[in-house]
């Protein structure tokens, strides 16, 4: 069992920057699949920024190269630095975990809104 804890949401303006923050209750962050996802009012919930269990990295389209996804080992943390926000990055942003088939496990969610 893995509990994620996520942190670093806020309101912001167009243009600024945030840094989210998903602490794990063990270290799990080591050659699996990790990363953000995120969910606005009345849409799906979408990718945002992942690695794979293989070493790749994946970012939506539409963060590409304003987003980036760091993790550190030594302290069972998985970050998500945003920049250049925009309003439609606006929503809750969970932390996800991937073990293995049904070895699933996800924060609660921070909040991020991005205002024109």
């Known amino acids: 069992q893995v509990r994620l804890v996520e942190s670093g949401g806020g309101s912001v303006q167009s243009g600024g920057s945030l840094t989210l923050s998903c602490v794990a209750s063990?270290?799990?962050?080591?050659?699996?699949?990790m990363g953000w996802y995120r969910q606005a009012p009345g849409k799906q919930r979408e990718m945002v920024a992942t690695f794979t269990e293989y070493g790749d990295t994946n970012y939506a389209a539409s963060v590409k190269g304003r987003f980036a996804l760091s993790v550190d080992g030594t302290t069972n943390t998985l970050y998500l630095q945003m920049n250049n926000l925009e309003p439609d990055d606006s929503g809750v942003y969970c932390c996800y975990v991937g073990l293995g088939r049904w070895r699933d496990y996800w924060g609660q969610g921070t909040r991020v809104t991005v205002s024109s």
């Open positions: 063990a270290p799990v962050f080591v050659d699996v699949n």
